[in-house]
């Protein structure tokens, strides 16, 4: 079978065996391990359907989504660059989606598009399998703040009153930016500590020193640490034993940062477990069960 289809494919298309229903719209979208999460699980079900990869151009969304609906499809994964447009695309967005600003799990239903954002609850239950902790418990610095995942993820933990929330980015005034946004998350009774709740800082030694101090988790959401090449996120000796440290990269599977963290002390996760949540919980709205985690899981170790 073709690693991936077209919007010119989906014009004249042939049906798979079995019956194609679900895919993930990317651009690129060759690299998307969603099939190896999703085809499993459908199986695992007992569900006869098969989750295939389109590589959908920025000005093929609206016309890809409104075939995939008239081909009979559930739904759809979006992921880079649609996770913003897909937003405009649907007809109804779910409150969560608006408020993280991006929809990256469309359910067609009675003709409708629906669209859902799946990234930021997959994030916490992520966060609950590798730490058992909650969000609304830790004191978080969010690196690459100002990216997709990173706004997602920085949005959850604010909707979640985390007792602390630092925003770093390398363009510092898209943190500025989202600081502001989720100022009203924190405008509540709690008593102030020594150090603000909420706060946009530069990507400086001497800043990020001061934040760690008081962290306790560091999320990567940079797309920094996939190659060898890519620079340090951080030094090594700011990371401390007390911190928890989640890279959402999980290719490799132990990036510098974790590495470092580890060696330092730290408790470390990679981006796996967030990939596999936020695919269950696509999957929840697809089908309105529990998703086979479990086999999930496998598929996805086994793609890796
Ligand atoms: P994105 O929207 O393109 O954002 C990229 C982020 O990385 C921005 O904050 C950008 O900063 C920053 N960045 C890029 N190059 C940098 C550099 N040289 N130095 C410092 N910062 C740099 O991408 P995304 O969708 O948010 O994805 C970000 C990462 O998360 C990727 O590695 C992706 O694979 C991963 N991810 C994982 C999951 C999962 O399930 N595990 C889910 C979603 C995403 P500027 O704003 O300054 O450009």
Not at 167 to 188: C, G, I, M, T, W
Request: proline fraction near 6%; glycine fraction near 6%; charge should be negative.
């Amino acid at each position: 079978m073709k690693p991936y289809f077209t919007l010119d494919d989906l014009h004249h298309w042939e049906p798979l065996d079995p019956p194609a229903k679900l895919a993930v719209f990317g651009d690129p979208v060759e690299h998307s391990r969603s099939p190896q999460l999703h085809n499993p699980a459908l199986k695992a079900c007992g569900i006869d359907a098969q989750y295939i990869r389109l590589h959908i151009r920025p000005d093929e969304l609206k016309p890809g989504l409104e075939k995939v609906r008239d081909l009979g499809f559930l739904g759809v994964n979006c992921t880079i660059p649609h996770k913003f447009a897909a937003l405009e695309a649907v007809d109804v967005v779910d409150d969560l989606a608006r408020r993280l600003g991006a929809v990256n799990t469309i359910v067609f239903e009675d003709g409708k598009m629906l669209g859902f954002n799946s990234d930021g609850p997959g994030f916490l239950r992520a966060l609950r399998e590798e730490f058992s902790i909650d969000a609304h418990d830790l004191r978080i610095l969010v690196l690459g703040a100002g990216g997709g995942a990173g706004r997602a993820v920085a949005t959850q933990c604010a909707i979640e009153h985390c007792e602390r929330l630092v925003l770093v980015n390398r363009s510092h005034e898209k943190s500025l930016l989202l600081a502001h946004q989720l100022a009203p998350y924190f405008a509540d009774d709690r008593l102030a500590g020594a150090v603000e709740r909420l706060q946009a800082v530069p990507w400086e030694e001497k800043a990020l020193a001061e934040q760690l101090e008081n962290t306790d988790l560091i999320i990567n959401a940079t797309s920094l640490g996939m190659k060898r090449v890519d620079p340090d996120l951080l030094p090594s000796h700011l990371l401390q034993p007390h911190h928890l440290v989640y890279d959402m990269v999980y290719s490799p599977p132990k990036t510098r940062l974790l590495a470092e963290a580890a060696a330092n002390g730290a408790r470390t996760a990679n981006g796996l477990s967030m990939l596999l949540y936020q695919g269950a919980i696509s999957f929840e709205h697809w089908f309105n069960r529990d998703a086979p985690v479990e086999a999930m899981r496998k598929g996805l170790l086994a793609s890796l």
